[in-house]
């Protein structure tokens, strides 16, 4: 009789924090492996195989390898097989969902599916660019190799990719037409995703009869302001190289040129959609000092761009513009940007008048009803609207009606619109609350014998975001919570997507 197995580590959840830390590092030294077999699974068409099987079809492997499109005979069981632990990696990175079923011979099958974020990988039949061209860009050997010299990089500054091949990435573009072309496909896939959202929830085009996009590319941004905003003529301003391959779009003239020489072409308007991170501080001042230069006494440029925090956090919104600021000092010798680092290059380059322009113009008003002695949970109550993405609240201070004091300081808070307008009780409170630089905290005055208190708090100034984000940070109890929808117009800065910011930028009178 054989000796019986045990594993050496204990069950997931119950490791260790040594071992847990062990573990994570291990992962971070294999990281590299995860990009190499999702390109691989692009490459393959692997997610487009399963999203044609129907929107919740699961699949077995040997399934999927009968519909693959190669010249490899993979009806055979170990292509099945290798194909099995690809899907099986994708999966435990939540790219995949994954159902197992033990059969009656003890053999185990294993089905796949598509996750929410693998939808995006989708390239075949899908009316939005999928973001495998981006998967392929990251995976190209000309970036590639310029990463293996990235200590150097660190060490001594410059263009990395310059001093490997020779040329900047954007002549390297010029000269390797499929690299453009794969370039090109994954900006407009990113210009997608963003631009759609940003058009929800962003009217500063409003108004505007003309607007240039400076570096835009093959003009798909553009395309989908004018489609929204037909009266505006719009103008794509990109390298020369780069028009070449744009397509025709109604109302948008293509005009090949440098941002930074002065033949900038006059709109009311200009917009620049995350091309500053290409470059280094002084070569940003000389953009938008152009760009000043082009713009009429009363114009406006507009810029989109990736937000770095001042102190990175773990959140999915932080790591990727902490990636793409490595990625620029490797690649074009320049950085992702926060927004002091913003305001202070647009002032260089003479701009009088910053604006925050709030990404959501629908505001709501959250109202807590609450009802004595019930528990009153109170967590990081300070909506902030410069925070890339919901904070995960780390105090959750259960506080009953009585006097209590308010949530102590914390580094996640940060200034908010959100204010605390009134708080009654029946009979009043002592004390009104007010919170004009952000909530820290909610109290209650209470006499002590009160048995049947009522109460309510109003926060206003809640962006929906913000407003469903609170709702999760109040207990409900046997109180009611209600939310009220109101339509005002604010000029506070808020963020509009968990990793894009927009600011307009006013001219000085």
């Not at 029946?426 to 002590?448: C, K, N, Q, V, Y």
């Not at 014998?449 to 708090?457: D, M, N, Q, S």
């Amino acid at each position: 009789m054989s000796p019986s197995l045990k594993p050496l580590l204990p069950p997931s959840g119950s490791l260790s924090e040594e071992d847990e830390a062990c573990l994570q590092a291990m992962l971070f030294s294999s990281a590299h492996v995860v990009p190499m077999v999702l390109n691989a699974a692009t490459q393959l068409g692997l997610f487009d195989i399963i999203n044609r099987a129907g929107p919740k079809a699961q699949l077995l492997p040997s399934q999927i390898a009968s519909e693959l499109e190669t010249a490899v005979d993979c009806t055979d069981d170990d292509v099945a097989s290798r194909l099995d632990r690809m899907l099986r990696l994708l999966a435990s990175h939540s790219l995949l969902t994954c159902s197992v079923k033990t059969l009656e011979d003890g053999r185990v099958e294993r089905r796949y599916g598509l996750a929410p974020s693998s939808r995006f990988f989708v390239k075949a039949e899908s009316e939005e660019p999928s973001l495998a061209s981006l998967v392929a860009l990251h995976s190209h050997p000309a970036p590639q190799q310029a990463w293996f010299h990235f200590k150097d990089a660190v060490l001594e500054g410059g263009n990395q990719f310059k001093k490997v091949h020779g040329m900047s990435i954007f002549e390297y573009m010029d000269n390797d037409p499929a690299f453009n072309t794969i370039f090109n496909s994954s900006m407009v896939a990113i210009s997608n995703l963003m631009m759609k959202r940003i058009l929800e929830i962003y009217d500063g085009f409003e108004g505007l009869s003309s607007l240039v996009d400076v570096a835009g590319g093959t003009g798909k941004c553009l395309s989908m302001i004018t489609s929204k905003y037909p009266s505006i003529k719009g103008i794509n301003f990109d390298l020369p190289h780069v028009i070449k391959e744009a397509p025709s779009y109604p109302g948008i003239e293509h005009v090949g040129g440098s941002m930074f020489s002065s033949n900038i072409p006059k709109a009311d308007a200009i917009m620049i959609k995350d091309a500053l991170h290409n470059w280094t501080d002084e070569d940003c001042v000389k953009i938008l000092k152009n760009c000043y230069d082009t713009l009429p006494s009363k114009g406006k440029l507009i810029l989109i761009y990736h937000l770095l925090l001042e102190e990175p956090d773990t959140s999915i919104s932080s790591m990727y513009a902490s990636r793409l600021d490595n990625t620029m000092m490797m690649q074009p010798n320049g950085k992702e940007r926060t927004e002091s680092e913003f305001r202070a290059l647009s002032e260089a380059a003479g701009f009088s008048n910053w604006v925050g322009r709030s990404g959501e113009r629908r505001i709501h008003r959250l109202r807590l009803s609450v009802t004595a002695p019930q528990l009153l949970s109170v967590a990081l109550v300070s909506i902030a609207p410069g925070y890339p993405e919901p904070i995960t609240p780390r105090h959750n201070h259960h506080l009953t009606l009585s006097s209590a004091p308010p949530l102590p300081p914390t580094p996640l808070l940060r200034p908010s619109i959100a204010t605390v307008v009134a708080a009654s009780l029946t009979p009043p409170p002592r004390r009104l609350i007010s919170f004009p630089a952000g909530l820290s905290g909610i109290w209650f005055d209470r006499e002590p014998k009160a048995r049947e208190r009522h109460g309510w708090v109003e926060i206003s100034g809640l962006t929906p975001t913000q407003a469903s984000c609170a709702l999760t940070w109040f207990r409900r109890g046997s109180g009611e919570l209600e939310l009220e929808r109101k339509r005002r117009a604010h000029g506070s800065r808020a963020w509009v997507h968990p990793n894009w910011w927009l600011t307009a930028l006013g001219l000085g009178s």
